[in-house]
């Protein structure tokens, strides 16, 4: 149906809900799934510092990756860094580089207006890219 889900995971107890979400959908789909954290990194005193620490940055994709899998999902990860706020432009360039059909994500569930103010990662998303998102809460 979608051919390749984009399901970008961060550190908040709503990853675990993307990810169940990925799993009934791909089911349903049997489609592949590639599961994606981005590390920002801030500039700082002694340049580009991780917002993170390593085995963080790995445990949400691990531990995504594995769920699915257990359920007979087709399911890769992958960890990368990226500049603080720049997240959102990241996501839809891997959507349009695996050609995946939708991106799912989670919100923290601020307000229109706070997600606004503060530019939350999943409103970026749906102003930047053409495919399909998948916000879970």
């Known amino acids: 149906m ?5 399901v970008a995971v961060d550190h ?3 990853s675990d809900r993307v990810i169940a979400a990925a799993k009934d959908l791909a089911l349903l789909s049997k489609d592949k799934v590639r599961v994606l954290h981005l590390r920002e990194r801030e500039f ?14 790995t445990d949400a994709v691990r531990r995504g990756v594995e769920t699915l899998i257990q359920s007979g999902v087709d399911a890769q990860g992958d960890v990368r860094q ?3 706020g720049h997240a959102a432009q ?3 360039e891997d959507a349009k580089k695996l050609d995946a059909g939708i991106i799912i994500m989670g919100s923290r569930g601020r307000s ?10 999943a409103h970026k998303v749906i102003h930047l ?3 399909p998102v998948l916000v879970v809460r």
């Open 112 to 121: 229109d207006l706070s997600g606004l103010v503060l530019g939350s990662t």
């Open 44 to 57: 700082g005193r002694i340049g580009l510092t991780p917002t993170e620490p390593d085995e963080e940055a």
């Open 90 to 92: 990241e996501i839809v």
């Open 129 to 131: 890219t053409d495919r």
């Open 12 to 14: 908040s107890e709503i």
């Open 82 to 84: 990226v500049i603080y």
């Open 2 to 6: 979608y051919g390749t889900l984009l």
